[in-house]
Structures are given as structure tokens and as C-alpha cells.
């Protein structure tokens, strides 16, 4: 496999630094022992059975929540709420934002969010105008988020999400209900991203096949533990069928694709 992590030649740096983390919900440890570092510029699955802690490890990155112990790096600094070097897309936020909202109005909301009341200056448009751009999204921007398919939802609620140029994307699920068409889009679109920005995406996902071509990675959790390995390290079958409680091939095909499929 060629290796994905450094597409413009930059220096690879560290996005992610994790140190003996725990994360703790009302009183009870989600997952532990989180130990690794992500290397920069990367497209990364988060995969784990539900319930095992994925947002968990979002809201973590976002400073959302604290860890109950160990420490926590984006980029080298302490994780705080209201980054703006990390986008991030919401588990259901299609559903979470009410299908009424324009598309253009929501992804102001992310240049005027903390200024109510204020208005958009030249260089917040043009902010607005650019993250629709490179989602695709241009031609629809004037709808109304209830008019469009899950797929155009999907582009706008990353476009949201990019606004202020992030460094690091995080995506909760993505790819969920969306069809293989739809799939294959979104992939192609964070691709794209991945490759154009040197922006590290870090994607919540159910099934890795849809982005198993474009991945660096994966943060996994499994037995109540977080790891990160490489995608030669991961997609295995002994590791995926552990962590899914079902058992899980990996085949590589005559022409050298990777899919795992359970049976
Ligand atoms: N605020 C909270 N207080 C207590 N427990 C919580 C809280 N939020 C989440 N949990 C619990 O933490 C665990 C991890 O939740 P999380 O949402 O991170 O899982 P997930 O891997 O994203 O699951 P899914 O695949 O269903 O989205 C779950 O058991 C959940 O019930
Ligand atoms: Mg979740």
C-alpha cells in the first residue's frame, strides 16, 4: 500500500497524542489505557462496537470532555473547547439542526456562532461562500436543508465544518444512511479534502469498506481499551472479529483491493 500520510510534502507531524488516557461518563470508565499518536495529514477510521466509546473520543479531541486520566494532545496543545482548528460534524447533526435552516444559513452559523446579532462582514461571506465551494454544495446553497438528499445534507454539514480552514475534521458517522452511491461520494469528497488541505480526518465509521482505499488508520476500540494502528495492522481478521463479536474476513482481491465482509 502506498503510503497516504504525507500528500503535499509537508513535514509529517503528530495530530493526535494520547498518554495513558481514560474517559469517564457519570461515574463509569468508558474506555482506558489510550496510548498512541496520529500521525498528521491522514485519512483515520474510528471504528468500535456502539456503545464502545467513538464520540466519546471526539468530544475528548474537541476538549468537550476532560480525561479521567492521562494527558491529551491536537497538534501539541491541551484539547479546548471552540478550536478553531478542528471542523467537526455531530453524530445525526441532519437531523439535530431541523430541516428548515437554509444551507447557507447553517454554515454562517459557524463563521457568526459566537457573535449573535452581529452581521457578516465581506471576508465572513467569502468564508461561507468558499467551504460550500469545495463541498460541492454552491449550486444549492440558497435550499433549505429539508429539500435536499441525504448526500447534498451530508456536503453541507461538512462545509459547515470547514469553515475557518480546520487542521483536523472530525466526522461522526458520515457515511450512515446514506447508499453506496452516496457513500462513495462523501468518500471521494474527504479524499479530495485530504489531499488538497493536508487536513487529518478522523471518520466515526460502521463499515471501513467504503474508505478502505484512502485510509492511513484507524483508532480502534476494543475490550474497553482505545489503539491506533496502521490499516495493515487493523484490518485483520483475527482483530476485527475480537473487537465485532462476529467473525469477519479480510480478502484482498486479484488486483490487490482490500474488503472485509462478515459471513
Ligand atoms: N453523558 C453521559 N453520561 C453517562 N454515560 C454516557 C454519557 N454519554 C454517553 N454515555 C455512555 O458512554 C458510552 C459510550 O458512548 P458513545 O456515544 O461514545 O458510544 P459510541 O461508540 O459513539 O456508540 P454508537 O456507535 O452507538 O454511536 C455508552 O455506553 C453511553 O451510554
Ligand atoms: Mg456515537
Known amino acids: 500500500m502506498t503510503d497516504k500520510s504525507n500528500p503535499i510534502g509537508d513535514s509529517v507531524t503528530t495530530a493526535v497524542s494520547l498518554r495513558s488516557v481514560s474517559v469517564s461518563l457519570g461515574g463509569r470508565t468508558i474506555w482506558s489505557e489510550g496510548t498512541f499518536d496520529i500521525p498528521s495529514g491522514q485519512i483515520v477510521a474510528v471504528i468500535g462496537p456502539n456503545g464502545s466509546g467513538k464520540t466519546t473520543m471526539l468530544q475528548l479531541l474537541l476538549g468537550l470532555i476532560p480525561p479521567s486520566a492521562g494527558t491529551v494532545t491536537v497538534f501539541g496543545e491541551t484539547p479546548e473547547r471552540g478550536n478553531p482548528r478542528i471542523g467537526y460534524v455531530p453524530q445525526h447533526y441532519s437531523e439535530a439542526v431541523g430541516q428548515a435552516v437554509r444551507c447557507r444559513d447553517l454554515v454562517s452559523l459557524s463563521v457568526t456562532g459566537t457573535r449573535w446579532g452581529t452581521r457578516k462582514n465581506a471576508a465572513d461571506t467569502a468564508a461561507v461562500n468558499a467551504a460550500l465551494e469545495a463541498v460541492g454544495a454552491a449550486d444549492y446553497a440558497d435550499s433549505r436543508m429539508s429539500v435536499l438528499s441525504g448526500g447534498q445534507q451530508q456536503r453541507v454539514a461538512i462545509a459547515q465544518a470547514l469553515v475557518g480552514n480546520p487542521k483536523l475534521l472530525l466526522l461522526d458517522e458520515p457515511l450512515a444512511n446514506l447508499d453506496l452511491r452516496n457513500q462513495r461520494e462523501i468518500v471521494d469528497l474527504l479524499a479530495e479534502l485530504q489531499q488538497s488541505r493536508a ?11 467504503p474508505l478502505l482505499a484512502h485510509l492511513g488508520g484507524s483508532v480502534y476500540l476494543l475490550d474497553g481499551h482505545a489503539h491506533y494502528g496502521s490499516v495493515g495492522e487493523v484490518v485483520d481478521s483475527d482483530l476485527l472479529s475480537h473487537l ?20
Do not use: P
Not at 245 to 262: E, F, H, M, N, P
Open 244 to 263: 465485532y463479536g462476529t467473525q469477519i474476513k479480510v480478502v484482498r482481491t486479484a488486483q490487490g483491493d482490500l474488503y472485509t465482509r462478515s459471513n
Open 199 to 209: 487536513v487529518t480526518i478522523l471518520v466515526v465509521v460502521h463499515d471501513m469498506n
